[in-house]
């Protein structure tokens, strides 16, 4: 695993994330349930699931507090790890899918013990239809979607007949992995504060000074449009620290048709049939935009594993929602934009400056951020050919992003040709779930079949 030492400094994003959830409501949790449709041996389960603990750093390390305020959290080896606390079986009875989504809903919705490793499997067996699901659940700290569907490649086979392998020995602490000075994490933030103004200004010519103020500005400017509270599209603010998951699927190749209609892609179809979706939802008649949280992903090279993003938010004027082609250009042009605000460089120095702040002051700050958006909508590419567990191929890949704060969660993650759409809501927010996934269906449908 690449990067990840088996005793360690969390990265100032990663602690970001692990410091928000201070407030419940926060949470990042994020989940993937893998259906089945035969059985899944336990004995070669628990045997793919010890070997993936050995070979992934990160699935044995729990988080560890440095009592110096300015010092990140370390992640270290939990000399107490067990392969049972972290996978466990659960039968159902009468597992139709109401009840297994409501298992999902309970699981996903129960707090890490933050003395263990942040992660948690589910065997799921007793499905009406004879086939079983593993729920895999970790905290946001760990990976984020794009770095856990690498990570899911050690588990999982890319052929039926997957080989069996030893098991490496178990990680050991790493003495490379020095504990800093008390005011390290400070000089970390100053640092990075000190790398993005450098970025804005460059050389101290006269005419680049005129440039810095105009690189400032526009830096300000930029960030203004990613922060400032904007007026809400109708969408409830109230927020509870529950949540509701339902999930469905539509043909990966439909969106990729439908986002090249406008010369644009997967994401731009997706996105806009969220956007659809909410509305026909909420159908407030409001003239203000819909907010829209889109992480964007800034993974690169062989990193696995961590978080490789920086939070992005476009405005969707859904008074466009009446031609699709219309409102999915103006979504790809909207993405073009928040890719390329400046505001991102400040990202580094931010998530340094809030993680040396105690944790009930981030994450109120990360709330208030929430509070000026109404949707995530995440679009994690994942295996374009069907994986195996076990001997078994995988039907359904279904994930379930973590709310943060907003009132819906709308989270595609591709498998084999298909796309599996999780939603994951916030019944203080929409008091219908089921009547959610409804009008979010009709929206992926208008969108798809060119509906006016």
């Known amino acids: 695993m690449t990067g990840v030492l088996a005793d360690e400094r969390m990265s100032d994003v990663d602690a970001l994330v692990w410091n928000v959830e201070h407030r419940p409501r926060n949470r990042t949790t994020i989940a ?110 760990v990976s984020d979607g794009v770095g856990g569907v690498e990570m899911m490649l050690e588990l999982f086979d890319l052929h039926p007949e997957g080989e069996r392998t030893a098991l490496p ?36 010519s006269f005419a680049d000074v005129v440039q810095d103020a105009r690189g400032a500005g526009e830096v300000l400017g930029s960030a203004a449009r990613m922060f400032r509270p904007r007026p809400a599209a109708g969408v409830p603010s109230a927020r509870s620290d529950d949540l509701e998951a339902r999930f469905f699927s539509v ?19 997706f996105v806009s049939a969220v956007a659809i979706g909410v509305g026909l939802h909420f159908d407030s008649g409001t003239e203000a935009p819909l907010r829209v949280s889109v992480p964007l992903n800034t993974r690169a090279g062989d990193a696995v594993g961590g978080n490789h993003w920086t ?80 001997g078994r191929p995988v039907e359904a890949m279904i994930p379930f992003g973590p709310l943060s704060g907003c009132a819906v969660n709308v989270t595609l993650l591709s498998h084999a040709g298909t796309a599996h759409i999780g939603v ?14 409804h009008d979010l269906r009709r929206g992926f449908d208008r969108v798809v079949e060119r509906g006016r």
């Open 32 to 141: 993937a349930l893998a259906r089945f449709a035969a059985p899944l041996d336990p004995v070669e389960l628990r045997h793919r699931v010890d070997r993936a603990s050995r070979v992934l750093p990160r699935l044995r390390q729990r988080v560890a507090i440095d009592p110096r305020p300015t010092a990140a959290p370390r992640w270290t080896i939990d000399p107490d790890f067990r392969v049972s606390f972290h996978l466990r079986p659960v039968r159902l009875e009468g597992g139709d899918e109401g009840r297994l989504i409501d298992l999902v809903r309970s699981l996903i919705v129960q707090p890490f013990d933050r003395s263990r490793p942040l992660w948690e499997f589910t065997h799921i067996s007793g499905l009406d239809d004879g086939g079983e699901a593993l729920l895999l659940k970790s905290h946001h700290a």
């Open 169 to 204: 020995p178990p990680l050991e602490p790493d003495d490379r992995a020095a504990s800093p000075s008390p005011n390290d994490g400070l000089v970390a933030a100053l640092a990075g504060l000190r790398n993005a103004l450098d970025t804005i200004a460059g050389p101290r």
């Open 251 to 269: 043909p990966l190749e439909d969106l990729r048709a439908a986002g090249q209609r406008v010369d644009g892609t997967i994401n731009d179809a």
């Open 311 to 390: 939070p992005g938010r476009i405005d969707i004027d859904l008074r466009l929602a009446d031609d699709c082609e219309v409102l999915m250009a103006d979504v790809r042009r909207s993405m073009r934009r928040t890719r390329s605000e400046p505001a991102h460089m400040l990202m580094g120095p931010i998530a340094s400056g809030l993680r040396c702040l105690p944790p009930a002051i981030t994450s109120a700050a990360f709330a208030s951020f929430s509070a000026a958006l109404d949707v995530a909508a995440s679009n994690v590419p994942g295996s374009p050919v069907r994986l195996h567990l076990c």
């Open 424 to 437: 994951v809501s916030d019944p203080a927010a929409v008091s219908d779930a089921d009547r959610l996934l």
